[in-house]
């Protein structure tokens, strides 16, 4: 079946524009989660869907952040005013509440100028 | 707050030896364990979930819980060269709904 789908996979951007990041979970999976990762470093949490229940926004590293999921399926992460230090690759990845295995999409890569 | 703690390396193991890979996490109330992979480049996919103390073996893979010590590794036998990774650990609280957080990673190397 379809797995974790993400568009684009590749961003270049100007310092200073927004961008969105989409992410199509797996048909079913209540779960989704965004995660950003810099070269050569960990997984970097940034925010988590859960069913019906508020979004874990902890990660997110400032108010530039933001993401929404529509209709408990496709969410959309924004980064408002990009700055160079948002470089980065952005994964997505979703699970069914009853395993927790995640599914992670092939990320989108973010430049900016 | 919920810590993972995993030896960041790189781990050097000789083609066909044992690699061993370690993790330890802070929240007692951990109920169920994943190890995923990552490639340079590529995305985590998932090797092995455990649940319950002791060994589960899979192949090539072995992993180990040890909940009382809160900790969990992961064993690889016979390594090769195309196990050459990032090794991710990541427990799972009791309730379910809770996020799930990862590991740094543990990159290791396979020399051939």
């Known amino acids: 079946g379809a797995g974790v789908s993400q568009s684009p996979s590749n961003k270049v951007t100007e310092k200073g524009k927004d961008v969105e990041l989409r992410c199509d979970p797996i048909?079913?999976?209540?779960?989704l989660y965004w995660y950003r990762q810099s070269l050569g470093q960990g997984l970097e949490f940034l925010i988590y869907?859960?069913?019906?229940?508020?979004?874990?926004k902890s990660g997110l590293p400032s108010d530039r952040f933001s993401a929404e999921r529509t209709g408990g399926s496709v969410s959309t992460l924004t980064i408002q005013r990009t700055q160079q230090e948002d470089s980065a690759v952005y994964l997505c990845a979703s699970s069914l509440a009853s395993t927790g295995t995640q599914y992670f999409g092939p990320g989108t890569r973010l430049t900016v100028l | 707050q919920k810590e993972v703690e995993q030896n960041s390396g790189p781990l050097s193991v000789p083609e066909g030896a044992i690699a061993s890979l370690n993790c330890t996490y802070s929240d007692r109330g951990s109920q169920s364990f994943f190890w995923y992979r990552q490639y340079s480049g590529k995305s985590p996919e998932l090797i092995m979930s455990i649940y319950s103390n002791g060994d589960k073996e899979d192949g090539r893979f072995t992993a180990q819980l040890n909940k009382a010590s809160q900790y969990v590794s992961l064993l690889i036998r016979d390594s090769q060269p195309s196990d050459s990774a990032t090794y991710l650990c990541a427990p799972r609280a009791m309730n379910r709904d809770d996020k799930i957080i990862f590991g740094k990673g543990t990159r290791l190397h396979i020399l051939p």
């Open positions: 869907f859960q069913g019906n229940s508020a979004p874990d």
């Open positions: 048909s079913g999976h209540t779960a």
